[in-house]
């Protein structure tokens, strides 16, 4: 999956999210908030990955 198949994924998610909080369904809005959330941090690590920006200082 390409980085922007997963960017648009990430929105998404984050998106439908937002209207299910909108729409007062907080638990599965909670889910989607948090699943893009992680999404977001693991492409952003292996992009450091990817690019040696990674350090164990």
Do not use: P, W
Request: with cysteine; proline share 0%.
């Amino acid at each position: 999956m390409s980085d922007f198949h997963k960017d648009i994924l990430t929105g998404t998610l984050f998106m439908t999210g937002l209207l299910g909080f909108v729409s007062g369904e907080f638990t599965v809005s909670s889910a989607l908030f948090g699943t893009a959330a992680i999404a977001s941090n693991i492409n952003l690590y292996r992009k450091k990955v990817k690019s040696g920006q990674l350090s164990c200082d």
